[in-house]
Nanobody
Framework: QVQLVESGGGLVQPGGSLRLSCAVS????????IGWFRQAPGKEREGVSC????????YYDDSVKGRFTISRDNAKNTVYLQMNSVNPENPGVYYC??????????WGQGTQVTVSS
């Protein structure tokens, strides 16, 4: 059974850091691309970053380039999103998802990130 479980969300001050984790089971990280998405209140879900399974290539939305880093640990079946220099545009529910060929088929339940001083 495919499962993705996010963790690591919480309250962070502007300029602070947070690391989100996405623990996967039921499949290998070698077989699926993993993406991180954010849904802010009243807004549609949007892509933040992703990592390609074939060669580990990473992609970032322009709004987080240079501040967020996606990485994976195949031995732990976990993908991370390191969030640095968090700003008031970054809060929301963060989801990780697994997919192939540009389509994400499996989603986690999300983890809440709140930015406040």
């Amino acid at each position: 059974q495919v499962q993705l479980v996010e963790s690591g969300g919480g309250l962070v001050q502007p300029g602070g850091s947070l690391r989100l984790s996405c623990a996967v089971s039921g499949f290998s990280l070698d077989d699926y691309n993993i993406g991180w998405f954010r849904q802010a209140p009243g807004k549609e879900r949007e892509g933040v970053s992703c990592i390609r399974t074939s060669d580990g290539t990473t992609y970032y939305d322009d709004s987080v380039k240079g501040r967020f880093t996606i990485s994976r640990d195949n031995a732990k079946n976990t993908v991370y999103l390191q969030m640095n220099s968090v700003n008031p545009e970054n809060p929301g529910v963060y989801y990780c998802a697994a997919g192939q060929h540009g389509k994400y088929d499996y989603w986690g339940q999300g983890t809440q990130v709140t930015v406040s001083s």
